[in-house]
């Protein structure tokens, strides 16, 4: 029954957006912080302020471009999101999980496309969006790539004439590079393609499995007219 009622507990923090450490003790809580590059620094300042106040162990940058609250005792969880005043990041479960972006024009010389506006517009609308398994968006504002767009479920890549489309990318134990969907779309044309790439994923794809599974499941040229057609 005592164990019984420490799983109900992990999960009810777990939706919470408190994620269980290595000492099965503390909590690490990541406030969303969209894009992860364009940050006043008060907002830097109270999340110092929330790790000190309830004595986290660390604060760490993630690979979504978020900082990590670590080391929150489980009764301080609450609390703790109360004085952030922010929505949590959606670090777990089945959705999409983040979107990164580059600086791309509003600071980068290199960049070639504006991916800090579309990459917002793309946080803004999907993220924490629940689907069939989890889904990572990159979005970069050059070939460089510096928001590695290749090993993303969705992938957008500023070119001079606009944005190149990946599709089916991934890291993790097997790493898979994207499929190429397009090739220089018009930045207008972004959003719309991101709504058909994820309603397709959305209809077709079974539980846990990933864009690049799906297609290498129904074959890629089987997908790219799935979704070129809608």
């Not at 009810?12 to 503390?26: I, M």
């Not at 506006?117 to 069939?132: I, V």
């Not at 890629?220 to 070129?228: N, S």
Request: charged residues 25%; glycine residues 8%; positive net charge.
């Amino acid at each position: 029954m005592t164990t019984q009622i420490k799983l109900e507990a992990k999960t009810d923090l777990l939706d919470k957006g408190a994620v269980l450490q290595r000492d099965r003790e503390t909590y690490a809580i990541v406030p969303h912080i969209p894009g992860g590059i364009i940050l006043d620094p008060n907002i830097l300042r109270q999340i110092a302020d929330i790790a000190e106040k309830y004595q986290a162990k660390a604060l760490k940058l993630t690979s979504a471009q978020r900082i990590a609250i670590v080391g929150i005792a489980p009764e301080d969880i609450d609390k703790a999101w109360q004085d952030l005043g922010m929505k949590p990041g959606a670090a777990l479960g089945l959705c999409v999980r983040s979107v990164k972006i580059c600086p791309a024009t509003h600071f980068c010389k290199r960049a070639q496309q504006d991916a800090v506006t579309l990459g917002l517009a793309l946080d803004e609308k999907y993220h924490s969006m629940k689907l069939p398994s989890k889904f990572k968006i990159g979005i970069s504002g050059c070939m460089n790539s510096c928001s590695e767009c290749a090993v993303k479920d969705m992938g957008f890549i500023g070119t001079p004439k606009g944005f190149h489309v990946l599709i089916g990318g991934n890291a993790g134990v097997r790493p898979r590079l994207g499929n190429v969907l397009m090739e220089n779309i018009a930045p207008e044309d972004v959003l719309p393609m991101a709504d058909k790439i994820v309603e397709y994923y959305k209809t077709n794809a079974r539980n846990f499995e990933r864009m690049g599974m799906l297609i290498d499941r129904l074959g890629f040229e089987a997908v790219k007219q799935g979704i070129l057609s809608t």
